[in-house]
Nanobody, 124 residues
Framework: VQLQASGGGLVQAGGSLRLSCAAS????????MDWFRQAPGKERDFVAA????????IYADSVKGRFTISRDKNKNTVYLQMNSLKPEDTAVYYC??????????????????WGQGTLVTVSS
């Protein structure tokens, strides 16, 4: 699976951004799409996940109620709508394809592919 993330940028606190992750060469083996983020000097953390088949979703507590993950099966694209952004949301955001649904770690062997990352900067 090849993943291409886009949509990052600079936004003021309280603003919104929508990230996209286009998948090509997808196989049924990788049925889960995840978003992670990595702030400077910190580890890469789980943000949200969605299953391609049933559209089940799960979020990190830090973004629940503000972020929404969705998918367009026709376009093989997953989105992350981010609202009410805070300075602490500043990070490089990565999409990943995998086989395990849940709040998994970035080092999990259940993750098969990664996108290149897109930078989100939230100014105060």
């Amino acid at each position: 699976v090849q993943l291409q993330a886009s949509g990052g940028g600079l936004v003021q606190a309280g603003g919104s951004l929508r990230l996209s992750c286009a998948a090509s060469g997808r196989t049924f083996r990788s049925n889960v799409m995840d978003w992670f983020r990595q702030a400077p000097g910190k580890e890469r953390d789980f943000v949200a996940a969605i299953t391609w088949s049933g559209g089940s979703t799960i979020y990190a507590d830090s973004v629940k109620g503000r972020f929404t993950i969705s998918r367009d099966k026709n376009k093989n694209t997953v989105y992350l709508q981010m609202n009410s952004l805070k300075p602490e949301d500043t990070a490089v955001y990565y999409c990943a394809a995998g086989r395990s649904f849940g709040r998994i770690e970035a080092k999990s062997t259940e993750l098969d592919s990664w996108g290149q990352g897109t930078l989100v900067t939230v100014s105060s």
